[in-house]
């Protein structure tokens, strides 16, 4: 399994700042693409931003400008930095993880099947 840990929401102002973070962790072997979704009260889940192993990134286009994603595979963690935030971001933003897990046999590692993982969400609001 693989446990991602969301962190860095709160209440803005309209025209702040904020920066998430998504630190993944347990038997990692690869993580392919990473991203963030966001639901607001009474509608679906939406992809905000999205990047691939290779540092590829896609946004939803109501973000397009204002957020950036971004990724240390270093530490297994995903950012998005919002900035010019305004009360239509009000939601919970939930981290997302496509990626396998190992076994270990003896001293060989194994691979699993990729599958994608989510956070528990964090709350993001921005107040007029």
């Known amino acids: 399994q693989v446990q991602l840990m969301e962190s860095g929401g709160g209440l803005v102002q309209s025209g702040g700042s904020l920066r998430l973070s998504c630190a993944a962790s347990?038997?990692?072997?690869?993580?392919?693409?990473m991203g963030w979704y966001r639901q607001a009260p009474g509608k679906e889940r939406e992809l905000v931003a999205g990047i691939t192993s290779a540092g590829t990134t896609n946004y939803a286009d109501s973000v397009k400008g204002r957020f950036t994603i971004s990724r240390d595979d270093a530490k297994n963690t995903v950012y998005l930095q919002m900035t010019s935030l305004k009360p239509d971001d009000t939601a919970v933003y939930y981290c997302?993880?496509?990626?396998?897990?190992?076994?270990?046999?003896?001293?060989?590692?194994?691979?699993?099947?990729?599958?994608?993982?989510w956070g528990q969400g964090t709350q993001v609001t921005v107040s007029s």
């Open positions: 347990g038997r990692i072997f690869s993580i392919e693409n």
């Open positions: 997302n993880a496509y990626g396998s897990t190992y076994t270990m046999k003896g001293w060989t590692k194994y691979q699993q099947g990729n599958q994608h993982y």
